[in-house]
């Protein structure tokens, strides 16, 4: 839901100056405020994040910050929000990016409720192939993959966003992935190891918490119970925990990606190229 933008004078002038009219306020975070812009003289829309470096802790601005920065300008993938313009200014940093205007996975599912399988396989595919491109190509792990961070514009294509917690997860001249030892994300989208506070595969950990943004989407809930994380982890490592959560008849070829998705042990766990092959996107979810 929009809210009235209230901005202070400096970061005003400074939106005036580029060029935009602040409309409304899309979102409010730890990190910063989004807002709805428009280019003057022009249909043009944009959605502008500014970050007030002044209340973000030195952790943050050493070691995520530059991070989001690099991703933002390195990815370029159509299922990606695009970036056009990042600058800092008044001890703000400004990053002027595509506007997406028909909300996020997590608004739509709680305007519309479960989606049917083929609408799924479609929002659900074209995120797949962004993150496929992240890792294979920019080497580089999300870590913070939920329904919340998959938005639709205008024409209802889904584009991943907030990559503050994406981190390039591959050594080249070792040929290996180099483990995370930063236990981010969202609760419900934990992997086992991040349960476990162990060292983990980041591109496997995104992989996991895809699984659960495809069990949200088709099913309206979560796959596994949170806040008691012992619990959680039990419910992960059980093999017949998933029957019992399914609300309704879906797919034998769903229920088969989402076991492999859930695989709890990591070097089983299936890639995205390989989800990419799977029957059930090959066949966009009709059965």
């Not at 599912?109 to 491109?133: R, S």
């Not at 889904?158 to 994406?166: E, M, N, V």
Request: charged share 30%.
């Amino acid at each position: 839901m929009t809210e009235n933008a209230e901005i202070d004078e400096k970061t005003a002038a400074v939106l005036k100056r580029k060029g935009y009219k602040i409309l409304s306020r899309l979102s409010s975070g730890a990190f910063g405020q989004v807002y709805k812009a428009q280019k003057e003289g022009s249909d043009d829309f944009v959605a502008v994040k500014v970050m007030n470096l002044e209340k973000v802790s030195d952790k943050f601005k050493q070691k995520f910050l530059p991070r989001e920065l690099a991703a933002l300008i390195e990815v370029n993938h159509e299922n990606v929000i695009q970036t056009y313009d990042i600058f800092r200014s008044n001890r703000k940093i400004y990053i002027f990016m595509e506007f997406a205007g028909n909300g996020d996975i997590a608004g739509y599912i709680k305007k519309h409720g479960a989606m049917k399988e083929p609408l799924a396989c479609v929002w659900f595919t074209q995120i797949c192939d962004a993150l496929n491109y992240l890792h294979t190509e920019v080497h580089m792990a999300h870590r913070d993959i939920k329904i919340d961070n998959i938005l639709l514009n205008e024409q209802n294509i889904a584009k991943l966003t907030d990559f503050g917690f994406a981190k390039e997860a591959y050594d080249p001249i070792r040929k290996r992935v180099i483990l995370s030892e930063t236990f981010c994300g969202t609760e419900p989208y934990y992997s086992p190891q991040i349960l476990q506070r162990r060292s983990y595969d980041p591109f496997m950990a995104d992989v996991w918490a895809m699984g659960v943004v495809l069990f949200a989407m088709v099913n309206n809930k979560f796959p596994f119970h949170f806040g008691d994380r012992k619990a959680m982890l039990k419910e992960q490592t059980d093999p017949n925990h998933l029957i019992n959560r399914y609300t309704r008849k879906l797919s034998h070829d769903l229920k088969n990606l989402e076991e492999r998705m859930f695989d709890p042990k990591e070097n089983t766990r299936i890639t995205f190229s390989d989800v990419l092959r799977h029957a059930w996107v090959r066949n966009k979810g009709r059965y």
